[in-house]
């Protein structure tokens, strides 16, 4: 909402002292907060003069070098408007004058003096859509009357300024003057200016020639009235002036009369051609598919949430958006009615969502105060009476089955100190009430009567919100709170985790929860029901993710094309799919490494083992040590069948790792994603000190030779059912397949420690559980010893 | 005669001691002299022949020479193994300044940091962090929270909806959801101190708008909480989280869950309120919306809003995010170009007791 000070100083007096930017930061402490505040020509040194005399530049076929009367002297001028003339009044920037296209300084051109400029109206910086074509085409002509000498800007009438606020929301009164002269009123506490709603009536009435008929519920208020020959023409400069400060383009004094009271009262008015229109008007929904061309010669398709405004015979207008073409005010319009109306808000807001956003569909989305609707529509038959000639008659059509009494809401004084955590005394809470033009009653509490303009106050705490704005928030002292003690927490494991993968030397990504449709199956096992959106902002973005990986792969890919391949990446983030009717969202843990791990002299490239690893550290630091295997299964179809695990956690598959399908990249990157919610849920055991052994322990070593297709898991497993818990580590130590044994075989070398927590083992004891371990291997598995 | 030769060797032990120059030879001199044919071994055993008087002062005399020789022998091998060392020393010496063996730098993005100094800070203060869920229902994202359907409030916050038969589930616009849902598990619908950090979603891209980007609420329900208690809290996490010269000024403004509502601005702390273009030329920046919880929420999640009052404040993690390490424009959080994410690889905290 754009605030002409001019405007506003119709109903308020504004101390003459205060400066625009005052004004604005003084509305802002009190809850409206503006974008800009500044004067609405930012031009300096500009006045009216008289051309004296006007000869063509002797070196130009279109400059003419002037001498130009300003009062106080007389300046030499070459100016290039083909309209520059003697005897013209025009508007003189004087050398030093600012001008939003830079600075004006003397100087020659063409080898003549000029000491100043003539401007055009687009030079003054005003917004394209306010200017006229002759406003660019030539330098500004004052009528032959305008005093020279005098401030150019004041001569036009445009020396106002302008705040321009950003409202919240609930302040649908602030959109109007009236509105922001309420507020200023209760800031600077001054009165408010009753306005002028006077005019004649003729004898004829309305309601003798014209009917309206509601036949909706979404229509609760409807007022109409006639004005008879009205004459078409430019508005006076006062109303096209403060339309342009509002950022309204003046039309014509008919159109511009129903915007200037829309901006005064904030109800939107529309004046359809009486005859056009005809003389029965109907509110009603629009039918499905039901069509409608409107002002700006488009053809809507509506449906039955929309609110028309018809004759018998069809739709003419978009209820609070846009008229209808057929019935719209145009030059050789006579007779109009005027139509001023509420409408249900939410309906107007999913129409002009839909079709247009104006000023007037974001007036009535934010509520109307019905006693408005009654004065707007006498206001613009008293400007239409004084500025168009206009007849009015007698008499309005009414429909209304609104309430317009004041709300009456108690408010106990102890109740708002105790909200505000202020001490404030009931004087000076009556008085800030009253600044608001509140009628306040003391009985056990204080009985507050709010107009009907303040829709936004329902509540006691709406009206300790009123109190706390005029005393001043910032006034609050701030203290801490006085609660019993409790204990504070936070997820600890998320956290512990995410420190233990940057500790091995992974980076933390964190990357969007929607990736395209076509690849929420990537990296996953596909059992489950995608979640998508239903109005997303691209394709790129329409769904909600299932896997971790496809995001990181994209990381990898963004990277790479930067030149940066040595990336260890991790993600904790949720993943989300549908089960039956309900959403579920869990949290995952995704990795990603390629490229080197260790880095610069030690270099050493990322392998499957390497990510096991890390796989493995988080899995012990989680506390599942000994309860985790690495297993063949049903992988994604992205990753290298061969080259990748799934990671079974407690009996239960929680999640995969490998290398990536070379058919999804070429590249050597490896991926690992786990269900971190599933795998957390499984508990825990304590961690326990266990008795370090004062005996020695005894290591044996033995290498055996396998089918290549037995796995290493397989021999572990086979050793440890043949030992008892003397045995406590078996390290794989060796892994040879080449030229010394059969070509399907492959040779595994084990490091063996047998130790007793209660006596020292002897060689022979050892010997005994040694042999009926590779007793076991050799028949369990074919296996043959390597150094037989 | 005797002692002549004892004399001679002595003479012959100092002068060949003297011209050793290793352990080596130091070694030979040892089996020369002290060896089973050496020659003070030689010079005890023939005592024998020594007349019985004499044989006191020729022991005492041998005994002499071994211990000379002893000596010096000690003497010497110790300034040899000296030696010896520091040759090995320096022959190990290595070139210090080549390059280490790097261990990989692991890090934390920088949301995460953020996001763990604002738990610790309310943690400390009593809160308990609340993540509630990332989809919601258009009820408890928006109806519970005083923003009924057709509200001109939802404007601020366009919405992701999920496809759904119902149009009732969407992406979170706001962490205030998690209110919704803290109010309705405590069972006990007593008291309630809680932060809530976490992802949210809006339709809305630009320099300073991510469709996606994090905040953090926070809630606390008691039976006598008010502005001035938001204003201390606020004041003290503004402060701890942005420095302690930091101060801080409530504006009146509008959210639907919060009545009455403030916004929050802090000093600027690039140009301590002298005015720059981070703040604008105006010495505040807008961080925070916060406000007393709005009787209507208290009461469509169970409690009695004639028995309890609450403050609730909200913030983007990204903006502090933006602000503490200087990062001009949002996407870049979400970019993930490991030149941007492993610079956030070591500590520091602003909150910080000392």
């Known amino acids: 909402m754009k605030l002409s000070r001019k405007f506003v100083s119709d109903y308020l007096d504004l101390d003459k002292n205060l400066s625009i930017t005052k004004i604005a930061e003084d509305m802002t402490s009190v809850g409206n907060e503006y974008d800009s505040a500044s004067s609405l020509i930012n031009c300096t040194n500009l006045v009216v003069g008289e051309v004296i005399s006007c000869e063509n530049h002797p070196d130009s076929d279109h400059l003419h070098c002037c001498v130009v009367d300003i009062g106080t002297e007389k300046l030499n001028i070459v100016c290039g408007a083909p309209n520059c003339r003697k005897g013209l009044k025009v508007i003189v920037a004087k050398a030093g004058a600012i001008l939003p296209g830079g600075t004006i300084k003397k100087g020659l051109i063409r080898g003549a003096e000029s000491n100043g400029m003539l401007c055009s109206l687009a030079e003054l910086g005003l917004e394209n859509k306010f200017l006229e074509e002759k406003d660019h085409a030539g330098i500004y002509e004052f009528p032959a009357t305008t005093e020279i000498g005098i401030d150019a800007i004041s001569a036009l009438e445009l020396d106002d300024e302008v705040i321009d606020f950003e409202l919240t ?24 200016k009753p306005i002028d709603l006077n005019h004649s009536e003729v004898k004829e009435n309305v309601n003798d020639v014209f009917k309206i008929k509601i036949e909706t519920t979404d229509c609760p208020l409807f007022l109409a009235k006639k004005a008879l020959n009205v004459t078409i023409k430019e508005s006076p400069a006062f109303i096209k002036n403060r339309l342009i400060a509002s950022g309204i383009r003046p039309i014509n004094n008919v159109v511009d009369i129903s915007n200037y009271v829309m901006l005064e009262t904030g109800q939107p008015l529309h004046f359809y051609d009486a005859n056009s229109l005809g003389d029965t008007l109907i509110v009603r929904n629009a039918k499905e598919n039901e069509t409608l061309t409107t002002l700006d010669n488009i053809k809507r398709t509506l449906s039955p949430d929309d609110i028309v405004i018809s004759t018998p015979k069809e739709a003419v207008g978009l209820a609070g958006v846009m008229g209808g073409l057929s019935t719209e005010v145009e030059n050789t319009t006579k007779d109009i009615i005027i139509e001023s109306a509420i409408f249900d808000n939410i309906k107007i807001r999913k129409t002009s969502k839909k079709i247009l956003r104006s000023e007037a569909s974001n007036r009535f989305e934010k509520g109307l105060d019905p006693n408005r609707t009654y004065m707007a529509i006498e206001r613009s038959c008293a400007l239409l009476e004084k500025y168009a000639k206009a007849k009015i008659m007698t008499g309005t059509v009414t429909y209304d089955k609104l309430a317009k009494e004041n709300k009456k809401i108690n408010l106990s004084l102890n ?89 091995l030397g992974l980076n933390e990504t964190m990357s969007y929860t929607l990736i395209p449709k076509e690849h929420v199956f990537d990296f996953t096992t596909e059992k489950f029901t995608p979640i998508y959106l239903n109005d997303a902002m691209s394709e790129d973005r329409n769904t909600l993710r299932n896997s971790l990986l496809y995001s990181l792969k994209e990381i990898y890919l963004y990277n790479k094309a930067r030149n940066n391949t040595n990336l260890s990446l991790f993600e904790i983030a949720k993943c989300f799919y549908k089960e039956n009717t309900t959403y579920k969202e869990e949290l995952h843990l995704g990795i990603l490494l390629s490229g080197d791990y260790f880095l610069d002299i030690k270099k050493e490239r990322v392998d499957f083992y390497i990510l096991k690893g890390i796989a493995e550290n988080i899995l012990d630091f989680l506390g599942y040590e000994n309860r985790y295997s690495f297993q063949k299964g049903d992988l994604p179809k992205e990753l290298h069948p061969g080259m990748s695990a799934c990671i079974n956690v407690g009996g239960t598959i929680l999640g995969f790792l490998g290398h990536i399908h070379p058919e999804t990249l070429k590249d050597d990157v490896y991926l690992l994603e786990i269900n971190l919610d599933k795998l957390l849920s499984l508990k825990t055991s304590k961690m326990k000190y266990k008795d370090i052994s004062k005996y020695p322990s005894i290591i044996k070593d033995i290498a055996f030779i396998v089918d290549k297709d037995i796995s290493s898991k397989e021999i572990i497993d086979t050793i440890k059912k043949a030992s008892s818990k003397r045995l406590t580590n078996i390290e794989l130590f060796d892994l040879y397949t080449g030229d010394k044994i059969a070509s399907d075989k492959k040779s595994l070398a084990y490091k063996l420690t047998f130790m007793d927590t209660t006596k020292t083992l002897t060689e022979e004891e050892v010997m005994l559980e040694f042999n009926s371990i590779i007793d076991k291997v050799e028949k369990t598995l074919k296996a043959t010893l390597r150094d037989k | 005669m005797n002692n002549d030769k004892l004399k001679d060797t002595k003479k012959l032990l100092e002068e060949d001691l003297k011209i050793a120059s290793n352990e080596k030879e130091l070694n030979d001199l040892k089996v020369k002299y002290l060896g089973k044919k050496g020659l003070i071994t030689e010079l005890n055993s023939s005592i024998k022949n020594i007349p019985n008087e004499e044989k006191k002062s020729y022991g005492l005399a041998v005994n002499g020479l071994r211990t000379l020789f002893n000596n010096i022998y000690e003497e010497k091998l110790e300034i040899f193994k000296k030696e010896e060392l520091n040759k090995k020393i320096s022959n190990e010496t290595i070139d210090i300044t080549l390059p280490s063996k790097k261990i990989k730098k692991g890090s934390l993005h920088p949301m995460t940091l953020i996001t763990e100094e604002f738990e610790d800070l309310f943690v400390s203060m009593g809160y308990t962090v609340y993540e509630g869920p990332e989809i919601e229902t258009d009820e408890n994202c928006f109806q519970k929270l005083n923003v009924p359907k057709g509200h001109p409030a939802r404007d601020a916050q366009d919405t992701f909806y999920l496809k759904d038969e119902f149009e009732n589930f969407l992406l979170r616009t706001q962490t205030s959801t998690a209110q919704v849902h803290a109010m309705e598990e405590n069972t006990t619908k007593g008291p309630l101190r809680i932060v809530c950090p976490g992802k949210v979603y809006r339709r809305d891209e630009d320099a300073t708008h991510s469709h996606q980007f994090m905040q953090i609420e926070g809630l606390v329900i008691d039976e006598d909480v008010s502005m001035a208690d938001l204003k201390g809290t606020l004041e003290m996490f503004c402060k701890k989280i942005l420095g302690e010269k930091t101060e801080i000024r409530f504006r009146p403004s509008y959210f639907p869950f919060t009545e009455p509502s403030v916004e929050v601005d802090v000093s600027c702390f690039k140009c301590q309120g002298k005015g720059c273009n981070l703040c604008k030329q105006t010495g505040w920046i807008e961080v925070l919306g916060a406000g007393m919880v709005h009787p209507n929420v208290l009461k469509m999640c169970g409690y009695d809003p004639k028995k309890y009052q609450g403050f609730a404040f909200g913030t983007g993690i990204d903006r502090f995010a933006m602000f503490k390490y200087g990062i001009p424009d949002i996407r870049t959080i979400y970019g993930n170009d490991i030149r941007f994410i492993e610079q956030f690889n070591r500590k520091d905290d602003t909150y910080e007791v000392k």
């Open chain 1, 169 to 192: 929301s609930n302040r649908g009164d602030l959109l109007s003057i009236l509105g922001m002269a309420y507020e200023l009123g209760a800031i600077y506490n001054k009165k408010v």
């Open chain 1, 415 to 503: 109740k708002l100190n105790k909200v505000l955590g202020i001490t404030i005394s009931e004087e000076e809470v009556i008085s800030i009430l009253e600044r608001l033009t509140f009628t306040v009653t003391k009985k056990d509490s204080l009985e507050v009567e709010v107009p009907t303009r303040r829709r936004d106050i329902s509540i006691e705490e709406d009206l300790i919100e009123e109190v706390g704005r005029i005393y001043g928030m910032d006034n609050i002292k701030g203290k801490l709170p006085v609660l019993n003690v409790s204990l504070g927490a936070y997820n600890k494991t998320k956290r512990a985790l995410k420190h233990q993968l940057a500790s």
